[in-house]
């Protein structure tokens, strides 16, 4: 089952997720998927993106492959915040514990005087973005 964690009324967060977790996504009522982590990061065990897409669009949601490692660029940054402006909502984002996709999504936000806000959202959620208050 997946760990779904809730930011705000339009952004989740999940650790990796399998294709059998979509069925309780598409439940809860999410309509997009971003997959933020690479295929393979986690070996072979790891689920691939193909068969989570497959059943996404099976299920009628949005899925989009926005793989990265590390800290993500301006390029990742631009993409995530084109994606939460233009993907039917809510958006579940995963990655291997959230916290690149979290990450990512916060960083959408930086120089708009949000930082508290978004700390706030995240620690709600079970993060501590507080590191990255400087850059909000």
Not at 34 to 55: F, K, L
Not at 75 to 90: F, G, H, K, N
Not at 91 to 110: F, P
Request: hydrophobic content about 40%; some cysteine; proline content about 6%.
């Amino acid at each position: 089952m997946a760990d779904i964690r809730k930011v705000t009324d339009h952004f989740s967060v999940a650790p990796q997720i399998s294709e059998d977790d979509v069925d309780q996504i598409a439940a809860a009522g999410f309509k997009t998927i971003v997959a933020n982590r690479p295929d393979g990061e986690g070996g072979v065990d790891q689920p691939r993106m193909g068969s989570i897409r497959t059943r996404a669009e099976e299920k009628g949601l949005t899925f989009v492959a926005l793989p990265f490692s590390g800290a993500p660029t301006p390029e990742i940054i631009e993409r995530t915040q084109s994606i939460l402006s233009e993907a039917p909502a809510p958006v579940l984002a995963y990655c291997r514990t959230g916290t690149r996709s979290i990450t990512a999504w916060a960083l959408t936000y930086a120089g708009q005087g949000q930082a508290e806000e978004i700390v706030d959202a995240a620690a709600g959620a079970g993060y501590d973005l507080s590191g990255l208050q400087r850059l909000l």
